[in-house]
């Protein structure tokens, strides 16, 4: 077995905690969105993919892949400009039984961009 998947995890560890940016950082944000949009996705492909009690590892392969990197994007552009992912917001208005401010700032999404110290030119 090939050590190049862990060099790449130990590589996206080292950079998440140098820069606090990484992918997964962000996807860790909205771990129970990805959650549950992962397993709706699964259960809506699986018909058309019949990957229940099947042997086909590249359609299994090929179509988690393809989620997480589409969960990546989403968690990526989603949190620029939200603090929490949808379900973790409805989660925290439910458990706090208040609505609770979801989106950014103007100052909180140059602070995550990584332009906290650029001045405005407006």
Do not use: K
């Not at 998440?16 to 944000?29: D, K, M, N, Y």
């Not at 620029?80 to 409805?90: L, T």
């Amino acid at each position: 077995m090939s050590s190049t998947p862990c060099a790449g995890w130990r590589c996206a560890e080292f950079w998440s905690s140098v820069s606090g940016r990484s992918p997964i950082c962000r996807r860790g944000r909205m771990a129970l969105t990805n959650y549950v949009s992962a397993t709706a996705l699964i259960l809506v492909a699986d018909p058309w993919l019949g990957l229940s009690g099947s042997t086909r590892y590249g359609s299994l392969l090929g179509s988690a892949a393809a989620i997480i990197v589409e969960q990546a994007l989403f968690s990526y552009y989603w949190l620029r400009w939200f603090r929490y992912g949808p379900i973790e917001w409805i989660w925290h208005c439910l458990t706090w039984w208040q609505l609770v401010p979801n989106r950014c700032t103007r100052d909180e999404r140059r602070q995550r961009a990584g332009m906290a110290g650029v001045p405005q030119r407006w």
